[in-house]
């Protein structure tokens, strides 16, 4: 991964930029990778909008062809992905790193990396999947709506000078491809046992919004489908993706 590495200056969004070349039919290997110094349209999960400071974080996106995944499993994709970073991330901070489910990467519960995964399905089988995620390196300076639940290595690791992000990119690849080729070697149960055990609020109770009311619950799991167990005392309940909010 990341030997075919683009660096641009300023794309809108380095997932929508990776999918042009692929429509314009350029033979890119799998593994290569499109990096910004800006991304000024960036996606995030439901449609959100990823804001970053430019020239601060690291903004990229990753290409795959995990034709070897069953559509039905493609969650587990995720689950690798997500390991991968987290995994990098505690090679670089002593702070707390879980897993906010779906796919968000936090460092003492505030969020440093965001994922979005768009999938291209052909014929009931994968054709190629966009790998983007964008993780807060050197940014120390959030929006005042935000700036409670987000937060960046820099301040995880409260030193004055900016990180390389450069320097950073090569650990970040291993462990995103030693996950990924767990994943080809269908260890899959055991992955999803990682990606549990690290589980942000797992086993503890914290209060959730359903339809804007909030409840108090405890996550017990993420299935290999992908849903959220929730236990509310007298009710185990499974959710989706936008069914249940975390209130941080």
């Known amino acids: 991964m990341g030997l075919n590495l683009i660096k641009l200056d300023r794309v809108a969004s380095t997932n929508d930029y990776l999918r042009e070349q692929l429509s314009n039919f ?20 439901r449609g959100n909008i990823w804001r970053s400071e430019p020239g601060k974080n690291l903004t990229l996106s990753l290409l795959l062809y995990p034709s070897f995944l069953e559509v039905s499993k493609q969650f587990f994709l995720n689950v690798a992905i997500s390991i991968g ?5 505690q090679t670089q901070t002593t702070a707390q790193i879980s897993v906010k489910w779906p796919n ?8 440093v990396c965001g994922i979005l995964i768009e999938n291209q399905i052909k014929k009931d089988s994968f054709s190629s999947s966009i790998i983007g995620m964008g993780i807060n390196i ?3 300076d959030f929006p005042d709506e935000i ?23 090569p650990e970040l690849f291993y462990y995103l491809e030693t996950q990924y080729d767990r994943l080809k070697a269908g260890d899959n149960t055991e992955l999803l046992k990682d990606y549990n055990s690290m589980l942000m609020w797992r086993g503890e109770k914290h209060n959730f919004l359903i339809d804007n009311v909030k409840v108090e619950g405890t996550i017990t799991e993420v299935d290999e489908d992908g849903q959220l167990w929730v236990d509310f005392g007298k009710k185990l309940v499974s959710f989706n993706l936008k069914e249940i909010a975390y209130q941080l």
């Open 147 to 169: 700036s409670h639940k987000v937060c960046s290595l820099k301040k995880l690791l409260q030193k004055p000078d900016d990180i390389s992000i450069d320097n950073l990119l």
């Open 138 to 140: 050197n940014q120390t």
């Open 85 to 89: 970073i987290a995994k990098w991330l």
């Open 104 to 111: 968000d990467i936090m460092g003492n519960q505030k969020k």
């Open 26 to 45: 350029k033979p890119l290997d799998e593994g290569s990778a499109i990096m910004a110094t800006e991304q000024f349209q960036g996606k995030g999960q």
